[in-house]
């Protein structure tokens, strides 16, 4: 059985008033709250465990029937903490779906990316420029790093760029392990002074992002397949996300970019 763990301790600032007092991933979107629509995704794919990594405004998760995990150092910290936060279910699952909080995503990229041979498998967007470009005036200022190579394996990710040709899809925070991939995880924190630490420029292990562990991990040997997709998914990261997405929903343009029944 495949357990998910949904990364929510983030306060989410950039989307200021929005989460003054609501962690971002229970901001309404379309009717329900960004949670339900991740959920619904994953329910339809067969996902019914869900394990939540709380942070800013925790007590809010309080009436969940979901298995829940406290980050008490959201303010300090940055997604890998929040995910070891978690570590139990890491260890006793043998298939895990990791995702951001502030995203949603059709069932199909759900599908996609169980059905993508693999032990550490991430989500890739081929077609992000085109909503990118209608988030920011320029698409450099918030896109990162991917390279793949001719076998689907990812071989770079996460680095800042000065050129779009650097970037071959965007990451969209979907990871799904299987054993090995869990085992590799759970190494990178074991070993993370002694393996790690120096790649990523010494930053402590709760500064590092997913992107950085992933890095890391394909630096030092792990394969890291790409699901290749095609839009399907939104991320909401600011207020201007927010009043760009209700403006196409609005003006039934959503589905340009997401089927959020799907």
Request: charged letters at 30%.
């Amino acid at each position: 059985m495949i357990s998910s763990i949904v990364l929510c301790a983030g306060k989410g600032s950039r989307l200021k008033n929005l989460t003054t007092d609501t962690p971002k991933c229970l901001l309404y979107f379309a009717g329900k709250t960004l949670f339900e629509h991740q959920g619904n995704a994953l329910l339809k794919c067969g996902i019914k465990e869900r394990n939540i990594v709380t942070g800013f405004k925790g007590r809010k998760f309080d009436t969940f029937k979901f298995d829940k995990w406290h980050n008490d150092k959201w303010e300090n910290s940055n997604m890998v903490s929040s995910l070891f936060c978690a570590e139990e279910i890491l260890e006793k699952n043998n298939e895990i779906l990791i995702h951001y909080g502030d995203i949603i995503f059709e069932k199909s990229i759900v599908s996609k990316l169980l059905n993508t041979e693999g032990d550490i498998v991430v989500s890739v967007d081929k077609s992000w420029k085109e909503i990118w470009e209608k988030r920011f005036k320029n698409p450099l200022i918030d896109a990162e790093s991917l390279k793949i190579d001719e076998h689907g394996n990812i071989i770079d990710i996460g680095l800042k760029c000065e050129r779009i040709e650097e970037i071959e899809g965007q990451y969209i925070g979907l990871i799904y392990l299987r054993k090995k991939g869990i085992k590799a995880i759970l190494d990178f924190k074991e070993n993370y002074n002694l393996k790690h630490k120096f790649f990523l420029k010494n930053k402590l292990l709760k500064d590092i992002y997913m992107t950085d562990m992933l890095r890391s991990l394909i630096f030092h040997g792990e394969k890291v397949k790409s699901s290749i997709i095609h839009k399907g998914w939104l991320e909401f990261d600011n207020v201007h996300d927010f009043n760009l997405y209700n403006n196409l929903l609005e003006k039934n343009k959503l589905i340009n970019y997401i089927n959020i029944e799907s």
